[in-house]
């Protein structure tokens, strides 16, 4: 019977080198995997549990908590090949609930994930000072939301689908002029309002992000 501290070798190849009890890893204990990469950590009853780090065969490299063998709880996540970083809440192996996501281009989101995809409320800032801060599905933009582009100087508020403007929407420009009406597939599509800032305002129907179809004009009567 295994007890106490040691090593062993299994028949796979792995190596096992810590604390036993009654024949389980129980305690410290290290696990060399054939292939490469390691576990380190704390053992209960031959699983996983309470901290520890382990290491892939590819690089990769997870330092937080485990449950019955599987990440679960707070932990950081690096990605050898990406160099993206997740710092934040895991359940069994997956990026599940709060956290964030350094890339390695700069950019970063902050907020919820389900199954490993952003999902519900969150804030993403890109590289180059963009922001969009609302709705998540399935990794992609859905639901509402606010884009504020920081060269353009402009801001789009209103509803997303799969990553692209779709459905009521404001876009206001850096001039002023602005567009309320609805869009589709990211662009000006169906009924909708345009308000220059001079005052003028045209009401009717758009298509692929222009003035197409009926509508009506309408000029401020001069002071």
């Known amino acids: 019977m295994k007890q106490g501290s040691g090593k062993f070798r299994f028949n796979n190849g792995d190596i096992y080198s810590g604390e036993w009890h009654r024949n389980q890893k129980s305690g410290r204990g290290r696990i060399d995997f054939k292939n490469g990469g390691f576990f380190l950590g704390i053992w209960d009853r031959d699983r996983a ?3 520890g780090q382990i290491e892939f ?8 908590t485990f449950q019955d063998s599987k990440r679960s709880g707070i ?17 069994e192996d997956q990026f ?21 995809l952003k999902h519900g409320l969150g804030k993403y800032i890109y590289a180059n000072g963009d ?4 709705h998540w599905e399935n990794d ?3 639901g509402e939301g606010v884009y504020k582009y920081k060269d353009k100087g402009e801001v789009y508020t209103g509803h997303w689908k799969d ?34 800032s001079s005052g ?8 692929n992000d222009y003035i197409h179809g009926n509508g009506v004009l309408e000029v401020p009567e001069a002071g």
């Open 49 to 51: 549990n309470g901290d």
């Open 140 to 142: 992609k933009k859905n």
């Open 163 to 196: 990553n692209y403007k779709h459905g009521f929407g404001e876009y206001v420009y850096s001039s002023g002029d602005k567009y309320q009406g609805e869009f589709r597939d990211g662009v000006k599509m169906g009924k909708g309002t345009f308000i220059w």
């Open 75 to 91: 932990g950081r996540y690096r990605f050898n090949a990406s160099k993206n970083e997740y710092k934040g809440n895991f359940f």
């Open 131 to 134: 922001i969009y801060e609302g």
């Open 200 to 207: 003028e305002r045209f009401v009717g129907l758009f298509e």
């Open 57 to 64: 065969s590819n690089g990769d490299h997870f330092d937080g």
């Open 96 to 116: 599940e609930g709060e956290g964030q996501i350094v890339y390695a281009n700069e950019d970063n989101y902050r907020g919820g994930f389900r199954a490993g």
